[in-house]
């Protein structure tokens, strides 16, 4: 069997062994809910997940882990925070913008469309950025850290001071699903209310997310059962603190127990540079090839002139390279840059030289 070339890091890495046997140890030795229990089982499973959630507020620069919730993914946070924020502030004006991926503007957009809030535009400058000088006053603004169409990084920490100089009391939301997998995150620097990422886009499982809350004891919490309640006598409920107040239910565990092991592996990888900007060149050098991102870009984004890229994705697939072909769930910003959808390279730490080099010559062969 040829070997498989897969070149769709940003839509989910691959998992590295130490991912894979972390959780297998944790079902094989320590498998058991998770604050249900008093047995040796049970108590290895309660200090594998304080671990885990130590080393995220870690990784992400929080103050506390009790500001780190556990979700499904990026996708499940940002549905969840419209119903926490709504829960608790009177939202009139939500701050949107065309780099925004479905998951962040869809949940906004389908309450406005019921009539409850009125959705605003962030301008974006000539290179595709959200222009930090024009942002508009609103009471949410919601900030993808990095599109997953041009793969560069906004300047989060400078978006959010001017949008708190419009509105001290704006409610910053920041999507760093595609962020997380390039640039380190701070979010006491970028003095954020919410950030949430996905654990598979840096080679943990599907399936585990993180959601960040600055100041969790603000909100009400938006699901309810097992696990957040302390106790209940009649009609009355005693709610439990963060996180717990927003982890009803059971969390997915295995997938937590390799979450740290893949952000030790994902912080030793160098990014692939020298791999995305040898293609990159390559593919300068093909006319029929039109660019979408910068050199410096975090990924390749390209049509093909006279080619549908569903056409190019069979194509390319047959020879055993995988690339992401579509609207890669971001269609605003395809239509801000005129054209249907894309294709994407995106590389990650099992990804060689000569990967780049045989599928440059696999595309000149293609569309030649």
Same mark, same amino acid.
């Given at each position: 069997?040829?070997?498989?070339?897969?070149?769709?890091?940003?839509?989910?890495?691959?998992?590295?062994?130490?991912?894979?046997? *972390?959780?297998? @140890?944790?079902?094989?030795?320590?498998?058991?809910?998770?604050?249900?229990?008093?047995?040796?089982?049970?108590?290895?499973?309660?200090?594998?997940?304080? /671990?885990?959630?130590?080393?995220?507020?870690?990784?992400?620069?929080?103050?506390?882990?009790?500001?780190?919730?556990?979700?499904?993914?990026?996708?499940?946070?940002?549905? @969840?925070?419209?119903?926490?924020?709504?829960?608790?502030?009177?939202?009139?004006?939500?701050?949107?913008?065309?780099?925004?991926? /479905?998951?962040?503007?869809?949940?906004?957009?389908?309450?406005?469309?019921?009539?409850?809030?009125?959705?605003?535009?962030?301008?974006?400058?000539?290179?595709?950025?959200?222009?930090?000088?024009?942002v508009p006053y609103a009471d949410v603004m919601v900030i993808?850290?990095?599109?997953?169409?041009?793969?560069?990084?906004?300047?989060?920490?400078? %978006?959010?001071?001017?949008?708190?100089?419009?509105?001290?009391?704006?409610?910053?939301?920041?999507?760093?699903?595609?962020?997380?997998?390039?640039?380190? %995150?701070?979010?006491?620097?970028?003095?954020?209310?919410?950030?949430?990422?996905?654990?598979?886009?840096?080679?943990?499982?599907?399936?585990?997310?993180?959601?960040?809350?600055?100041?969790?004891?603000?909100?009400?919490?938006?699901?309810?059962?097992?696990?957040?309640?302390?106790? %209940?006598?009649?009609?009355?409920?005693?709610?439990?603190? *963060?996180?717990?107040?927003?982890?009803?239910?059971?969390?997915?565990?295995?997938?937590?127990?390799?979450?740290?092991?893949?952000?030790?592996?994902?912080?030793?990888?160098?990014?692939?540079?020298?791999?995305?900007?040898?293609?990159?060149d390559e593919l300068s050098k093909m006319p029929r090839v039109?660019?979408?991102?910068?050199?410096?870009?975090?990924? %390749?984004?390209?049509?093909? @002139?006279?080619?549908?890229?569903?056409?190019?994705?069979?194509?390319?697939?047959? /020879?055993?390279?995988?690339?992401?072909?579509?609207?890669?769930?971001?269609?605003?910003?395809?239509?801000?840059?005129?054209?249907?959808?894309?294709?994407?390279?995106?590389?990650?730490?099992?990804?060689?030289?000569?990967? *780049?080099?045989?599928?440059?010559d696999i595309i000149r062969g293609i569309i030649k």
């Amino acid at each position: 069997m040829n070997k498989i070339i897969y070149l769709d890091a940003a839509a989910s890495a691959l998992k590295s062994s130490g991912v894979i046997d *972390a959780e297998t @140890r944790f079902l094989r030795d320590s498998y058991a809910n998770t604050g249900r229990g008093v047995c040796a089982r049970s108590i290895a499973a309660d200090e594998m997940l304080a /671990h885990a959630r130590e080393y995220v507020a870690n990784f992400i620069g929080a103050e506390s882990a009790n500001q780190v919730i556990f979700t499904s993914g990026t996708t499940d946070a940002m549905n @969840r925070i419209v119903n926490i924020v709504r829960g608790t502030k009177n939202v009139k004006t939500v701050a949107v913008a065309d780099i925004d991926h /479905h998951s962040a503007r869809m949940p906004w957009e389908n309450v406005a469309r019921r009539g409850e809030m009125e959705l605003v535009k962030m301008p974006l400058d000539e290179n595709y950025d959200i222009d930090a000088g024009n942002v508009p006053y609103a009471d949410v603004m919601v900030i993808t850290a990095m599109s997953n169409v041009m793969g560069v990084g906004q300047d989060v920490q400078k %978006i959010i001071a001017a949008a708190r100089d419009k509105n001290p009391n704006v409610i910053t939301i920041v999507d760093a699903a595609q962020y997380v997998a390039h640039a380190p %995150i701070d979010v006491q620097k970028w003095n954020c209310d919410f950030m949430c990422f996905s654990g598979h886009k840096i080679g943990a499982n599907t399936g585990v997310g993180v959601m960040y809350i600055k100041d969790p004891d603000v909100f009400m919490p938006d699901k309810f059962g097992g696990g957040m309640v302390q106790t %209940i006598s009649g009609d009355t409920w005693n709610i439990d603190v *963060a996180p717990n107040k927003f982890e009803a239910g059971t969390l997915p565990l295995a997938q937590i127990a390799g979450l740290p092991v893949a952000i030790d592996a994902w912080r030793t990888w160098s990014g692939g540079a020298d791999i995305i900007s040898y293609m990159y060149d390559e593919l300068s050098k093909m006319p029929r090839v039109q660019l979408l991102t910068p050199r410096d870009a975090k990924i %390749i984004s390209f049509v093909v @002139r006279d080619m549908h890229v569903l056409d190019f994705g069979v194509l390319i697939g047959a /020879h055993d390279v995988c690339v992401r072909v579509g609207n890669m769930c971001a269609s605003w910003m395809h239509h801000a840059l005129g054209v249907d959808g894309s294709i994407r390279i995106s590389v990650g730490p099992w990804n060689t030289m000569d990967d *780049a080099v045989r599928t440059v010559d696999i595309i000149r062969g293609i569309i030649k």
